[in-house]
């Protein structure tokens, strides 16, 4: 059985990947204490973010609601 914070990065990969002209290039690290650490192209980094953040900020909260994953947070990384 996977653990919350394997669901949560699948989860996050998954929305990502169908957000990103490159989905290959999507990878999510499970940092310590539960932190998700999306990391994407360059090129693809704004569409991850989305206007005002507001893309990442639904991301977040899919997290928040996913069973298990409440505890979980995500950073976009540079």
């Known amino acids: 059985m996977a653990t919350a914070e394997e669901r949560g990065a699948e989860l996050i990969r998954?929305?990502?990947?169908?957000?990103?002209?490159a989905p290959d290039e999507i990878n999510v690290v499970?940092?310590?204490?539960?932190?998700l650490e999306l990391e994407a192209n360059e090129s693809d980094r704004g569409r991850v973010i989305g206007r005002q953040g507001?893309?990442?900020?639904?991301?977040?909260?899919l997290l928040a609601r996913?069973?298990?994953c409440?505890?979980?947070?995500?950073?976009?990384?540079?």
């Not at 893309?55 to 909260?61: C, E, G, L």
């Not at 409440?70 to 540079?78: A, P, R």
């Open 54 to 61: 507001r893309v990442a900020k639904a991301m977040r909260a």
């Open 30 to 35: 499970v940092a310590e204490d539960g932190v």
């Open 14 to 21: 998954f929305v990502a990947s169908a957000l990103v002209s």
């Open 70 to 78: 409440s505890d979980l947070q995500l950073e976009i990384v540079d």
């Open 66 to 68: 996913t069973p298990g």
